[in-house]
């Protein structure tokens, strides 16, 4: 079973931050948080990861809490194109580990 | 550009045939993966490689093997194709550690 919690879905007005949480209370010290999106029709898209600081790359910025149970993704300036399930996991950094993907948030930007 | 390869985007058998989804990557990542991706369910992890000739199962294996004969090609194979095994089926790579997966565009296989 996957190990967060997302909302269902979320909308997000174009232009404005989007900030998607999740919820990982059962997380591990050797755990990283990582998310990645699917747009329609397409394979799932990496964004970003992290363990324990606030991490930023071109496409967003995570933020997780000093416990380190939950976590949000931020898309500073949503367009329509970000449109799409954005899914939050955790993972050990290990040679064999494997994602297991939860159910996601499905992010409505809206015109 | 850095890609996950996956040979068809839309593929039709019959049941009963044999079928090859292949996939190959062109990063030198040590670790593969093929998941199959159903409304409802989700994407659930089917088999994984993380080094030539070694493959693991993930958690719906069974119908599916799978093959890892050089480093950037990972095959799903279909002994013998069943209408429950119609659906999108994804391809991904990484990095051994904390690399990110990459993945494939999909092949939506129908099997009739």
């Known amino acids: 079973d996957a190990k967060t919690t997302q909302p269902t879905s979320m909308d997000c007005a174009e232009g404005r931050a989007a900030n998607l949480p999740c919820n990982h209370s059962?997380?591990?010290?050797?755990?990283?948080v990582y998310w990645y999106r699917q747009i329609h029709s397409q394979g799932p898209q990496y964004i970003i990861h992290?363990?324990?600081n606030n991490e930023t790359n071109e496409m967003a910025s995570l933020i997780i809490t000093e416990d380190r149970k939950s976590s949000t993704l931020i898309l500073p300036h949503a367009t329509l194109r970000d449109t799409a399930v954005y899914y939050c996991i955790v993972r050990v950094a290990n040679r064999d580990d494997k994602i297991i993907f939860g159910k996601g948030t499905r992010l409505h930007i809206l015109p | 550009d850095v890609k996950v390869t996956q040979s068809s985007r839309y593929l039709v058998k019959r049941t009963g045939e044999k079928v090859f989804l292949e996939c190959v990557q062109d990063?030198?990542?040590?670790?593969m993966f093929w998941y199959r991706q159903d409304p409802g369910l989700g994407l659930r992890l089917i088999y994984f490689s993380y080094d030539v000739k070694m493959k693991e199962k993930g958690d719906i294996p069974e119908g599916y093997s799978v093959s890892r004969e050089k480093k950037e090609r990972f095959s799903l194979i279909l002994e013998s194709a069943s209408t429950n095994q119609t659906s999108m089926y994804l391809c991904?790579?990484?990095?051994?550690?904390?690399?990110?997966?990459?993945f494939g565009s999909g092949t939506r296989l129908t099997v009739v």
């Open positions: 059962t997380i591990s010290g050797n755990e990283y």
């Open positions: 992290g363990l324990k």
């Open positions: 990063m030198d990542h040590e670790n």
């Open positions: 991904a790579s990484s990095r051994q550690q904390i690399g990110g997966y990459t």
